[in-house]
C-alpha cells in the first residue's frame, strides 16, 4: 500500500525558511515523479513543483528561486526547502505520487509576523 506522509510544517516570519519533508512507503521515491501541492484558504490546490524520476526538477514562477526540491533514496523521502518566504506562501501543503494518484495528508505552513 502506497502511503506518503508529510511534515515539518509551522509558524514561520517573513523572510524565514522551513524544510517539509514526504516520506514514502510502499514505493520508491527515486523511481518515478513526486509533486508538492499547495493550497491556500478559499484558493485552488496549486502544484508547487516536483521532481522526476531522472531528478530533473520544476517550480512554479511563484516560488522558482526560493524554493528548492530534492530527495533522499536512502531515506525513500522527498524534501521542500523553502526560504525567503513570504505571507502568500501560506498555505496546506501536499505531495502527490501521480502514477498512483496517492496524497498525503498535508502540513500546513503559515508565514506571518
Known amino acids: 500500500q502506497v502511503q506518503l506522509v508529510e511534515s515539518g510544517g509551522g509558524l514561520v516570519q517573513p523572510g524565514g525558511s522551513l524544510r517539509l519533508s514526504c516520506a514514502a512507503s510502499?514505493?520508491?521515491?527515486?523511481?518515478?515523479?513526486l509533486d508538492w501541492y499547495r493550497q491556500a484558504p478559499g484558493e485552488q490546490r496549486e502544484l508547487v513543483g516536483f521532481i522526476s524520476s531522472g531528478g530533473t526538477t520544476y517550480y512554479a514562477d511563484s516560488v522558482k528561486g526560493r524554493f528548492t526540491i530534492s530527495r533522499d533514496n536512502a531515506k525513500n523521502t522527498v524534501f521542500l526547502q523553502m526560504n525567503s518566504l513570504k505571507p502568500e506562501d501560506t498555505a496546506v501543503y501536499y505531495c502527490r505520487a501521480p502514477v498512483y494518484n496517492i496524497w498525503g495528508q498535508g502540513t500546513q505552513v503559515t508565514v506571518s509576523s
Open positions: 510502499g514505493m520508491i521515491v527515486g523511481s518515478t515523479r
